[in-house]
């Protein structure tokens, strides 16, 4: 191929195992791959997108993606990394996360393609649904045995009592052999013969590619199957990659706005902003040693932060999104704030104003009309005291709504941003929140 799959993924630092001959196959044609996604809610978050991404980047090598959403799998739940049983979800609950997914795996591939190596999309509950138990037990589990299945990390974990297990139901044990059957399924059905994921799929993948080539008897010839993870993403402080103060970073804006999804990627610390812009973005090697050079040059203009955060709320957004969350960003300093603040929904207000000093006021004290000295001090203990408050007002360093005010102003309903905010500035550096509640 004229694009090296595997040799652009492992200068990205994006590969962790690869099974012997997965390289030369993917050198040698155009070949078929896939990864599951787990559907354990309505959307994916930000740990999702490396396998998105390594769905891309096998497409633009000329290789044939399948997203595959686990209808069937979710209803079991992967023990991959988990120490105790999941809770089961209603078939309502998965088919409406089934379709939450495939709509958010539609946004990054596309499913409708002509190309001869246009991505597919599907759900292994339409290949297991008319499974009976007694042929699955036939022509399934007799082909691996228990010891086999015993030795995989996610299972000895589990029965060893780590990190506070309680054991493994024989529901999540036969998690390996589903996943392994699809992928003996997607083998004969569609010629796929890689499958992808995270380092802690390697169990699973593996026994997939064991099930193709035990369940493939009676030829001259081996059926060939291949397997390939990547690293699980990881902080430099060791902290866990994915959530924010509010939780999971999702990538629908319903979920978390695009504001805040920007301002994820912008915060992002140096050596993280390093590893990830090789991870999250599809510039090339050059341009990214040029934009580490650049930035180690000059740390405090933050030069990775800037571009990782373009170039992935881009991706996964638009750059339409991506305009409006930096104009976001910038409304503070705006020197047309009433007009620019009016343009923000409600949402990504709470999420602008969520990192500033607030304090809430009772509605009636700003219908009453709230004197400004007791807003700055014995209110909201923003500034130390009432003197302090009176000698901000005196120099003209005080702002409601970045309009200077002077200590005979009175906040009222007409104060209001979105009825519920206020912005108060004493100085250039101090701002401050009043919440309306």
Same mark, same amino acid.
């Given at each position: ?12 630092? #994006? ?69 105790? @049983? ?81 054991? #493994? ?5 036969? $998690? ?85 999804? $920007? ?124 003197? @302090? ?49």
């Amino acid at each position: 191929m004229a694009n090296k799959f595997v040799e652009e993924l492992r200068w990205r630092g #994006m590969v962790h195992d690869i099974m012997p001959g997965t390289e030369e196959q993917l050198d040698k044609e155009m070949t078929t791959a896939y990864i599951g996604f787990d559907p354990t809610s309505d959307s994916l978050h930000i740990g999702s997108l490396v396998p998105i991404i390594l769905l891309v980047h096998l497409e633009k090598a000329g290789h044939k993606p399948i997203a595959l959403v686990g209808g069937a799998t979710g209803m079991i739940g992967d023990p991959s990394g988990k120490s105790d @049983e999941r809770n089961l979800l209603d078939e309502d609950t998965l088919a409406h996360n089934v379709a939450g997914i495939k709509n958010v795996l539609s946004r990054f591939l596309d499913f409708n393609s002509k190309e001869k190596n246009a991505p597919v999309l599907v759900n292994n509950y339409d290949w297991m649904k008319d499974f009976t138990f007694i042929d699955f037990a036939r022509d399934v589990g007799k082909r691996i045995t228990v010891n086999y299945m015993m030795a995989k990390d996610s299972v000895k974990k589990r029965f060893s009592g780590e990190e506070g297990s309680v054991g #493994m139901s024989f529901t999540e044990f036969t $998690y390996q052999l589903i996943q392994g059957y699809d992928f003996y399924h997607l083998h004969k059905e569609m010629d796929c013969k890689l499958q992808m994921g995270g380092s802690d799929q390697w169990g699973n993948i593996t026994t997939g590619t064991e099930l193709v080539r035990r369940m493939n008897v009676g030829g001259d010839t081996v059926a060939k199957a291949f397997a390939m993870t990547c690293p699980l993403i990881t902080k430099a402080d060791g902290s866990k990659f994915g959530k924010s103060e509010g939780g999971n970073v999702w990538l629908d804006a319903d979920k978390t706005s695009v504001y805040k999804f $920007y301002q994820f990627w912008l915060n992002t610390t140096d050596e993280d902003a390093e590893k990830y812009i090789k991870i999250f973005t599809f510039l090339d090697k050059e341009t990214i040693e040029n934009l580490i050079t650049e930035h180690n040059e000059n740390p405090g203009a933050r030069l990775l932060q800037k571009r990782l955060s373009e170039e992935v709320t881009t991706f996964v957004h638009s750059k339409e999104a991506l305009d409006e969350a930096i104009e976001t960003s910038q409304v503070l300093f705006s020197r047309n704030f009433k007009e620019d603040i009016k343009k923000i929904n409600s949402t990504t207000l709470d999420d602008l104003f969520s990192d500033i000093k607030t304090a809430e006021i009772k509605r009636s004290q700003i219908e009453s009309g709230l004197d400004i000295i007791a807003a700055l001090s014995a209110e909201t203990n923003f500034l130390s005291s009432n003197g @302090e408050a009176r000698r901000s007002l005196k120099a003209n360093a005080v702002s409601v709504n970045k309009e200077k005010v002077d200590e005979n102003y009175i906040i009222q309903t007409s104060d209001l941003i979105a009825d519920k905010y206020i912005v108060l500035n004493s100085g250039k550096k101090n701002t401050y929140i009043i919440k309306v509640v």
